[in-house]
Every structure is written in structure tokens, then in C-alpha cells.
């Protein structure tokens, strides 16, 4: 269900839509309440659609149980959620309650409502982290409802069958993908754009999006030369591109088209279901002299719509869902595909997360992982985009690219802090 994100949290939503919907089947007898109780509010929530069969029904069951308002659910399906929710925010029948992921553009248009009140008696049970990425000036803006951090899955039997150990640079990587490749399987597949690894080369390159100042930390050697490369691994012919379905949806990897894939931790149920115990899983590989690994931690979160009508009574049900229900948080997280829990009480009591595959997810989000940064916007996420597009996709200068990502973020930069 991610991510983040920092950057491609939201680009796995469609066909992980078609997915659950064809799993799951009779979503429309699973309806949120509609109408006005007579003890409380009507509310309306805004998600995603989540590609794990089961999720919907989930949502919509939670919102029936809340007895203080009736709670419709608006279930969104499209790849471009954010293009249907920041538009609706600015009409009569905009959300009182959605998830996304936390901006700095939307506290400071006054967009979501400060959830200190209701966050701050728990505050010691969320990772840290997640408090932080949602915290401005001392106020926090979001509840975290899942952890998902994001690696590369493997097969060992295949490695094993090409004599290549795990890659621990991105020279290796590209060398194991060319020694993984026949003429049935290809070696890897990092999504049909490249994207969702643009934020791992960047970490992985030993530099950042933006420093502690808010000042461009993405544009150094290292990322330029860990461009130059992805460009060598995309004109290779070892990669898998243009797949049915994207890097959120395992079945490239599950199907064999595949022997390694970009993915998230959410497909790590459905992953063992099909090839058992011949998966393993590993960070992005470090690029340079000053590289280290990298996990994306992505995520959603919910966010209080500040111009809400019913505003109190939507804090009220977000406390009650994403604070008060463990039992519902953790059954989100660990029951329709793996996600960590936020919070540090149930990540610890998470049997499913224990042992195997998932337990090494989580040491790799523990020791790798890299979260939001709340003034990493939107605009900023698709100029990055641009540099892999032209400095990657197509055969144009890194450094020209990075140039012209940084007129874009500097822009937004001032936007953001003057």
C-alpha cells in the first residue's frame, strides 16, 4: 500500500488498483455509511486505491464501526490520485479527512489541520522518524498509517545459476543484471520509467534532495555519474521495459520475466506465495567513492482538511481510527500485504514481521531507510522525473539535466521560503 516515498510513493496506485478490485470482487456491497447519523456528523474520506485485494472492504469497515459520524469513503481509482484529491480540496465537496503524503505546501496554504492535540499524547509510541517528516515549527500535520519501505527482490537460485553473489555498487549491479539475462529472462526490472529509483541513486551517491538549510543537496558528481551509468544499464538490452504492469505489481518478478525487481515491501506476501523460499531481498547498491545503501521508506498518512465544516468532528474520527484502534492499525498494515506499523507498540508485537524475508525488510528499513522530507514538493518530484527522462531515457548531458532540475527547484524553493 507507499511510497514516498520521498518520490514514487504514488505511481504503483493504478494497476494496483485492477489488481484488488479483481481479487477482491463486490466492492460496491462493502459502501461506507452514507447520510447523517443522529448523534453525529457526516464526513467524507478520500483514498487511493490500494492494489491489495481486501483493503477497500477494510477502509469502509473501520468507518461503519465509528459510531459518531457517518463516514463515507471516496475509494479513487487512476494513477494520478493527487490530480483528483488537490482539486477537490478547493470545492464545497472537498474531503474533511485524506491520505497522502506529508507537504509543506499544504500547512503552509493552510490546507491541513494541526493534529498536535491529538498526536502529541502518543508521540513516543511513532517512529521518530514519522513525527518528524510531518512536523512543522513544532506542530504535527499528519498521522502515519503505514510503513513501506522499498529494495530490490531477487532470486537466488538464479544468481546461484549464474555464479554472481549480491551486488554491493552499482558497477556490480549492472554487471550482475548483464550476467543475469538470457534470452527468456531479463536481468532486472527498476519500473517501466526508471523513476522509482531516482531517490535511491541520489541517497546511494551519499547525497540528499535538500540539505538541513533547504538548499539543493542532489546535484553533486557522484549523482551525475550515477546517471551516466543508469544510462549504460538502460541502453544494455538487460532490462525489462514497457511490462504489462509497473514496479508497485510483482507479477513481473513472480512471472519470471524477471531476476531481480524494484518493489515494495507490501507485494512480499504475494512474492512468497508464489516462488517460497527463493527470494531474497537487498538495498539499492552504493554509487561512488562516498556511496552507502539506501532504502526509499515511502508511506501514506492522514491529513485533516483545516477548511473542513465539520473540522472537530474530523479530528475526532482520525484519533479514533489511527490512534485509538490498534487492532484496525495493525489488521491495515500486516493484513492485505506487509507494511510496517508506525507505531513502535504494534511494529514490536508484529509476529508476521518477526522472522524470514519480512524480518530482514525491516532490518533493511531500520539500518537503509530514508523518509519524507515535507518541503520536497510535487513539483519538485517531477523535475527529478525530467532528469531521468532526458539524462537516462534519452541520451542527453546529467549535468545539463541537473541544471535545469535546479532552476526548477530553486523556484519552488522560493515559493516555499522566500
Same mark, same amino acid.
Given at each position: 500500500?507507499?511510497?514516498? +516515498? =520521498? ?27 452514507? &447520510? ?17 485485494? &481486501? ?37 464545497? =465537496? ?23 492535540? !491529538? ?11 514519522? !513525527? ?98 543508469? +544510462? ?30 524494484? *518493489? ?22 552504493? #554509487? &561512488? ?7 526509499? =521508506? &515511502? ?62 525488510? #525491516? ?41 535545469? *532540475? ?13
Amino acid at each position: 500500500m507507499s511510497a514516498m +516515498r =520521498n518520490v514514487n510513493w504514488d505511481r504503483r496506485t493504478v494497476l494496483r488498483a485492477a489488481m484488488g478490485m479483481a481479487a477482491a470482487g463486490g466492492l460496491a456491497a462493502c459502501g461506507g455509511n452514507t &447520510g447523517r447519523s443522529s448523534s453525529g456528523e457526516g464526513l467524507t474520506q478520500y483514498f487511493h486505491a490500494y492494489g491489495e485485494a &481486501g483493503t477497500e472492504q477494510a477502509i469502509k469497515r473501520y468507518a461503519k464501526a465509528y459510531k459518531e459520524a457517518n463516514v463515507t469513503t471516496q475509494w479513487i481509482t487512476g494513477s494520478n490520485f493527487e490530480n483528483k484529491l488537490f482539486p477537490a480540496l478547493l470545492t464545497k =465537496n472537498a474531503p474533511d479527512v485524506f491520505e497522502f503524503h506529508p507537504q509543506l505546501q499544504m500547512v503552509t496554504s493552510g490546507q491541513v489541520a494541526d493534529l498536535s492535540d !491529538i498526536i502529541n499524547p502518543v508521540k513516543d509510541d511513532f517512529n521518530a522518524a514519522d !513525527i518528524a517528516s510531518h512536523t512543522v515549527d513544532g506542530k504535527i500535520y499528519g498521522v502515519r498509517m503505514i510503513d513501506d519501505p522499498q529494495f530490490f527482490y531477487y532470486r537466488p537460485s538464479l544468481f546461484e545459476k549464474a555464479k554472481v553473489e549480491v551486488p554491493q555498487t552499482l558497477e556490480e549491479l549492472i554487471e550482475v543484471i548483464d550476467k543475469l539475462t538470457t534470452s527468456k529472462v531479463k536481468g532486472a526490472f527498476l519500473g517501466n520509467d526508471i523513476t522509482p529509483v531516482q531517490n535511491p541513486l541520489i541517497w546511494s551517491a551519499g547525497a540528499d534532495t535538500l540539505n538541513d538549510k533547504n538548499e539543493i543537496a542532489y546535484h553533486t558528481d557522484a549523482v551525475a555519474d550515477g546517471l551516466s551509468q543508469l +544510462r549504460k544499464l538502460f541502453t544494455s538490452g538487460n532490462l525489462l521495459l514497457d511490462a504489462p504492469a509497473d514496479w508497485w505489481d510483482p507479477s513481473a518478478f513472480t512471472q519470471g520475466l524477471t531476476a531481480i525487481q524494484w *518493489c515494495g515491501m507490501w507485494a512480499m506476501p504475494v512474492i512468497q506465495k508464489a516462488l517460497g523460499d527463493d527470494v531474497g531481498i537487498f538495498p539499492f547498491p552504493k #554509487v &561512488g567513492d562516498s556511496g552507502r545503501f539506501s532504502v526509499i =521508506n &515511502g508511506g501514506w498518512s492522514m491529513f485533516v482538511n483545516a477548511k473542513s465544516k465539520n473540522l472537530d468532528a474530523a479530528k475526532e474520527y482520525v484519533k479514533w481510527l489511527w490512534i485509538d484502534q490498534k487492532e484496525y492499525q495493525e489488521d491495515w498494515a500486516l493484513s492485505y500485504g506487509f507494511h510496517i506499523p508506525p507505531r513502535t507498540s504494534i511494529a514490536q508485537s508484529a509476529t508476521k514481521l518477526k522472522s524470514g524475508l519480512p524480518a530482514e525488510g #525491516v532490518k533493511l528499513f531500520g539500518e537503509y531507510g530514508h523518509f519524507d522530507n515535507i518541503a520536497w514538493t510535487q513539483a519538485m518530484i517531477a523535475s527529478v522525473n525530467d532528469v531521468i527522462a532526458n539524462s537516462v531515457r534519452k541520451n542527453g548531458s546529467p549535468e545539463a539535466a541537473l541544471d535545469a *532540475c535546479d532552476k526548477k527547484v530553486n523556484a519552488e524553493l522560493k515559493k516555499l521560503f522566500g
